[in-house]
DNA sequence: CGTGTTATTGACCAACATCAAACTTAGTGG
DNA sequence: CCACTAAGTTTGATGTTGGTCAATAACACG
């Protein structure tokens, strides 16, 4: 098998949600497929569009986004290499957000035909690729969580923990670190925060010796403290034991902070 | 047929998608399953259960929620009778949040291993039923963007819009209005207010004119202004044309207000 | 070196939270 | 039918988080 095929990381990826067989894996890395290059700041998909394929991250970061009010918009995910973004995209017509890059980028467009037909032919790769989009509405649920319940230092320490364990996954971070690739102005959309009070929040966080000064990588110097100050739980990325284990010896990443309700059922009001 | 059998709601719901076929619509009626009643403010499931069933909502009315501080919860949706709003479980091993009645309620519940082999033997099946989570995805993503980037009087717009838009589809609300199933802390826990807060927003829209008093239900006197102060675009819901027609012809649901982006790519910053 | 983007700072203010109490409503038992 | 209770709503007072505006500083790149 080719080293160097571009799908290897999808093959990857699908095959830590189930054990596949090799005719699985292989009518994977059959798919047909398009490479296209992207600088930054450049758009792949718009609010509206009907693609008729996906977009396969090889290399690069990506957003989902749209605009709120005239010059404001919202993240609402962050996309790393193995990913496929406009997934989704099989099955609703229209896309209803923005998808773009975030550094100069590298995808593989495959057509929705040729994954749905694979999907015909093979129901657990369908049970795969539905699987990733259910864990990507995972991540949509802990950010309505992180955006509506936590202040700012917790958004953003939220926003780091779960870049570090799924950017962990595909070998671009660890505990101690991960690629700086966002500005302030991000961070600030995608935690609904002005620039601003991001800067600021920031500065505290590093003389809180949380992280350090920044730069090419966002150097994490104290990670038991930013799970803490996020409140930040792994089991909502549901990833599989083996790939979780090593974090878990390295840091503590998951259930370090199971956060306990308050009164049953109830969720209190003053008084 | 049975015009009274339980699961009439979700082939309804899933025939909206694709043109099923007689076989297909039989195929979903003959799955096997467990009707359950709950009072309200009931759990049906807990964070890190490990269900084998999933949960279809035949009456009543759900949320999904988590609790981020002692004393503090996000509610992430709300569930209408139709809606199975645990699909996921079928592929994600534990529950990475709670699942609670807020009215006394009626549910079906149905084995994963049945749905799995109707999705294995019926593929448009299956497609029907990913499609729904994926439209879930998307109302999570319109929330992330309505906690984030907008305040209280158009958060709580944007949820009464979704709310009619929703319920219309089964029935249970048009555009003078809809059943009011929150209390003003459940509203506050699903846009990230304080239930204070959410009390003198309802008291400003009311006295702006848009809904009526409250009570049983909660009444729209100015559906026009509630979709402008929510910047409401039924888009993300998906709706097939045929359902969303009427809806077009009655108020406009649909395109009134399709914000308009800043700069390319770019979220301006101050100065 | 200029030019544009990003980071940083200060001053000021608005939105919203918190606390505490009173009021309403609906349900319950006598 | 009425007191009693619990939940929900409303109000006032006060404080804080975080937004906005505006300017400056630090970089990065051609």
Avoid at 139 to 165: S, T
Avoid at 196 to 212: A, E, F, K
Wanted: one cysteine or more.
């Amino acid at each position: 098998m080719n080293r160097n095929h571009s799908l290897l990381g999808l093959v990857n990826k699908l095959a830590q949600d189930f054990d596949l067989s090799q005719v699985e894996l292989d009518a994977v890395l059959a798919l047909p497929f398009n490479i296209r290059e992207y600088p930054a700041n450049a758009e792949i998909l718009r609010e509206g569009d009907r693609p008729s394929q996906c977009c396969y991250l090889v290399e690069g970061f990506l957003s989902r986004h749209k605009y709120v009010r005239e010059g404001t918009r919202q993240i609402m995910s962050f996309h790393f290499p193995g990913d496929i973004p406009d997934l989704h995209s099989i099955h609703l017509a229209h896309a209803d957000h923005y998808l773009g890059t975030l550094t100069p980028t590298t995808v593989a467009f495959i057509g929705h035909a040729a994954i749905r037909d694979l999907t015909v032919e093979y129901p657990r790769l369908a049970a795969c690729f539905w699987r990733e989009t259910l864990i990507d509405a995972a991540i949509f649920r802990e950010w309505i969580i992180n955006i509506g319940r936590r202040q700012a230092p917790g958004r953003i320490a939220h926003l780091f923990c779960e870049q570090v364990v799924r950017m962990k996954q595909v070998g671009l971070a660890d505990e101690t670190g991960f690629p700086s690739f966002l500005t302030q102005t991000q961070i600030g959309d995608a935690t609904g925060l002005s620039v601003v009070h991001v800067n600021r929040t920031l500065q505290q966080m590093r003389r809180d010796g949380i992280i350090g000064p920044g730069g090419d990588r966002v150097e994490i110097l104290d990670w038991g403290k930013l799970v803490e100050v996020g409140g930040f739980d792994a089991d909502y990325l549901h990833l599989r034991k083996d790939i979780r284990s090593p974090a878990e010896a390295h840091g503590n990443m998951n259930s370090t902070l199971r956060e306990r309700r308050g009164r049953l059922g109830q969720s209190p009001g003053p008084g």
